[in-house]
């Protein structure tokens, strides 16, 4: 009894799968018959491309699309408080969605991502009486420890 219900179950999933499968071909095939509908993404071709890994941990790749987008990264492993990390620095170029071309240009490492480019916002300036007491506090001895933590 217990082997005929195995049998009915196998049975079960086997048919809902064929079923899958047809419902799957026939959307395939309809699809097909549409021309006019569009991908969702434009398909763009990948005209140059570098990819160098070297046995001391250096690396540096680079790429162009077919579309004008630009990337190169040029990057080493380092070490910093013992703990083995990553530095590299780059840039990128692409047409935005406004028809504009945009380029940024990065260090990343340690000190975190550092992007640089003309249309990405900035912070403001710091206000000139707290620029001098920053000065003013880098040039005092540090201070006594008195047994206290912070």
């Known amino acids: 009894m217990l082997k005929l219900v195995v049998l009915l179950a196998v049975c079960s999933v086997i048919g809902a799968q064929k079923q899958q499968q047809q419902q799957l071909h026939q959307q395939h095939q309809q699809h097909q018959q549409q021309p006019n509908s569009l991908p969702r993404y434009k398909e763009i071709p990948i005209v140059n491309v570098e990819n160098v890994l070297e046995v001391d941990g250096k690396f540096r790749y680079s790429y162009e699309g077919g ?33 504009k071309t945009y380029s940024v240009s990065y260090i990343a490492d340690e000190n975190g991502y550092r992007p640089i480019g003309d249309h990405l916002p900035t ?28």
Not at 85 to 94: K, L, V, W
Request: charged share 15%; hydrophobic share 30%; glycine share 12%.
């Open 123 to 150: 912070p403001p300036p710091v206000p000139a009486p707290i620029a001098r007491a920053l000065a003013h506090l880098a040039t005092l001895p540090p201070p006594k420890e008195n047994g206290r933590k912070f």
């Open 67 to 99: 579309d004008g987008t630009r990337a190169a990264q040029d990057g080493q492993q380092i070490v910093v408080n013992n703990q083995v990390g990553t530095a590299s620095q780059g840039q990128y170029t692409y047409q935005g969605d406004d028809g």
